[in-house]
């Protein structure tokens, strides 16, 4: 299948920083990707939708403002998360759609575990 | 009533058995239809897709589809200890539109 990587896999920072989180589609190109995060012991909801070279999509409830998201090529969107806080601690999940296959699938990058002190 | 209900579990059979699990929605417009694995602190694996109502099988797994009941399952037939993992379903309405996930069944196989 196709495959989508995220780094970085986990970090761990002071409340008040911001962290850079990039998604990059390996294999192919998506003009679309989508932003997850996942509490423990909790389904995936999504945050927002990244469409390259456009802003990006925001669920209700989701600041965003304080998560920037930037899709600047096909093949990379990345999240920062600003002025991190304990709160933010979660695991970040990205995915994309392979517009070359007919199904109508989402391939997931491995996560990056967020845990902010 | 949230959109994806699926029982989270947790889930324990002995090797071998055959897993059923299942989620239902409430969303007519839903008709894309996955299940993804999901290990401890990874990001989520397709296993099945199926496109509106029907059947799918790959191997020890089968996902079905009941659009008028609005009901979908995965069975694991001969299950092993390494499919000890967390089953999400997830779904769509629209081609390239994100999915909406259940909140995960957590199965446990011994051996």
């Known amino acids: 299948g196709a495959v989508v990587s995220q780094h970085p896999s986990r970090v761990i920072c002071k409340s008040g920083t911001s962290v850079k989180i990039e998604c990059r589609s390996l294999?192919?190109?998506?003009?679309?990707m989508f932003w997850y995060r996942q509490f423990p012991k909790q389904s995936l909801m999504l945050m927002a939708t990244s469409n390259e070279g456009s802003k990006a999509t925001y669920e209700q409830g989701v600041e965003k403002d304080k998560f920037l998201i930037n899709h600047a090529s096909l093949t990379l969107s990345t999240l920062t998360v600003t002025s991190a806080h304990p709160e933010d601690s979660s695991f970040y999940i990205c995915?994309?759609?392979?517009?070359?296959?007919?199904?109508?699938?989402?391939?997931f990058g491995p996560g990056t575990r967020l845990l902010v002190l | 009533q949230k959109e994806v209900e699926q029982d989270p579990g947790p889930l324990s059979v002995p090797e071998g058995a055959i897993v059923s699990l299942n989620c239902t929605y409430s969303?007519?417009?839903?008709?894309?239809f996955m299940w993804y694995r999901q290990y401890s602190r990874k990001g989520p694996e397709l296993l099945m897709y199926t496109y509106s109502s029907g059947n799918k099988e790959d191997g020890r797994f089968t996902a079905q589809v009941d659009k008028s009941s609005k009901y979908i399952s995965l069975f694991i037939r001969d299950s092993q200890p390494s499919d000890s993992a967390t089953y999400l379903c997830?779904?769509?309405?629209?081609?390239?539109?994100?999915?909406?996930f259940g909140k995960g069944t957590t199965l446990s196989v011994s051996s």
């Open positions: 294999d192919f190109q998506a003009t679309t």
């Open positions: 995915s994309a759609n392979d517009g070359r296959r007919s199904e109508e699938t989402q391939y």
């Open positions: 997830a779904m769509s309405g629209q081609a390239g539109t994100a999915l909406i």
């Open positions: 969303n007519s417009a839903f008709q894309y």
